[in-house]
Every structure is written in C-alpha cells, then in structure tokens.
C-alpha cells in the first residue's frame, strides 16, 4: 500500500494492537502457518504474527509492509527472539519480487490496490512461486458490504468469488474457501482464502 489512508488506518490499528500485546494469529494465518515452509516472502506481513511464528518453525522470511509502526514493531520482535525474519518498509502497490520463494503469502493485502493494480501484483506474487512451492493469498470479494477499511480516493478492489481459482488453474488446491463475517453497522466482510501449490519437484 501507498502513503494512502488505508495505510493510516492501518498504521494506527497496527499501534494500538502492539501497544496492546495482540500478536495472535488470525484465522486465516492459522490456517495458512502448516503450509508455510523454506524461503518465504510475506506480502503485506501487518505486525508480522505469521512471519514470527514461520520464523519460529525454521522457516526465513522477508516480510514487507506499507505500515512503518508494524515494521518497527515486527522488526523488535524478531530481533529479541533471534528470528530469522528480514522486515522492511515497502510500497506494494508496485513491488516486484526479487527472485523465487518456496512460500509466497499475500494475506489481506490485494483488495486495497485498484482492481487492475490487485491482478497484477497477484501475478507477480504467482510468478515468484518456485516449482512445488505455496502460493496463500486472501482477499475481500463481491458481496461485502464494509467497506471502513478503504480509501476511496486511492481505489480498492472486491474480487469476483472464483477469480482465485480461476488465476492458480492446473495448481495444486491444498485449501479454497469462501467465508463471511459480520461487521460493523450491520455490514459483511466475504473472503476468499485459497492455499495452492504449484506443479514441479521442489529445487
């Protein structure tokens, strides 16, 4: 994300949760932590609870965000438990992976960039799967009606309901799901999570 006022709000939900002590595992990330393995790139890391618990499991993790208060926070973390996790302060609107991971994770991340900026960063995340690697990615889809989170200046995008599977065809489906939550005034959040690997040995 962009210095955009999903990063700020973001930024001040990051502080206050770290303030706070909040380093448990979401659902979605405690559904994802099994499948997390080898090199891994963390997309959109937030404070950095799965990169931390990864970490904590053998595997070394680059774990980015647009929010400089995660960083920080994750970066102390991991340095006072000896975690091998490299955080950095990144733009994601934009970013280009750096060569391949056997683990690439985008939790919560692509439906806060324009639909055709949330398609592309999702192929790149895609293209820096190494052969039997893991690609998790999670998403807001049509249907949700809480849209607090969003700048709408800066454009957000609700992925259609299949357009997960429908990018990973001929992977590996290890978890696909779409699931709905309430939220405030009334309103729904829908998320689709899908965990594929891709085809080939392991390097």
């Known amino acids: 994300m962009t210095d955009s006022g999903s990063v700020?709000?973001?930024?001040?939900q990051f502080q206050r949760q770290a303030a706070a002590g909040e380093f448990g595992l979401n659902p979605f990330e405690t559904r994802a932590l099994p499948h997390v393995r080898g090199e891994v790139i963390d997309l959109g890391c937030g404070l950095g609870n799965l990169a931390c618990a990864a970490a904590a499991r053998g595997a070394?993790?680059?774990?980015?965000?647009?929010?400089?208060?995660a960083i920080e926070s994750?970066?102390?973390?991991?340095?006072a438990g000896a975690l091998a996790v490299?955080?950095?302060?990144?733009?994601?609107?934009?970013?280009?992976?750096?060569?391949?991971f056997d683990t690439v994770v985008a939790i919560g991340l692509l439906m806060f960039f324009p639909c055709p900026l949330a398609r592309r960063q999702l192929a790149r995340a895609k293209g820096a799967?190494?052969?039997?690697?893991?690609?998790?990615?999670n998403v807001l889809i049509e249907g949700t009606t809480f849209m607090g989170m969003f700048d709408e200046q800066a454009g957000y995008c609700l992925f259609g309901e299949k357009d997960l599977p429908?990018?990973?065809?001929?992977?590996?489906?290890?978890?696909?799901?779409?699931?709905?939550?309430?939220?405030?005034?009334?309103?729904v959040k829908r998320f689709r999570t899908t965990i594929a690997r891709r085809a080939g040995a392991p390097a």
Do not use: C, N
Not at 60 to 68: K, N, Q
Not at 74 to 79: N, P
């Open 129 to 137: 799967v190494r052969p039997g690697g893991t690609l998790i990615v």
């Open 74 to 79: 994750l970066g102390s973390r991991a340095h």
């Open 86 to 100: 490299d955080a950095r302060v990144v733009d994601l609107s934009d970013y280009v992976p750096e060569g391949s």
């Open 8 to 12: 700020r709000f973001f930024d001040g």
């Open 166 to 187: 429908q990018a990973l065809a001929g992977w590996e489906m290890l978890d696909d799901r779409v699931e709905q939550f309430p939220a405030p005034g009334d309103s």
């Open 60 to 69: 070394h993790v680059l774990a980015l965000d647009g929010s400089p208060a």
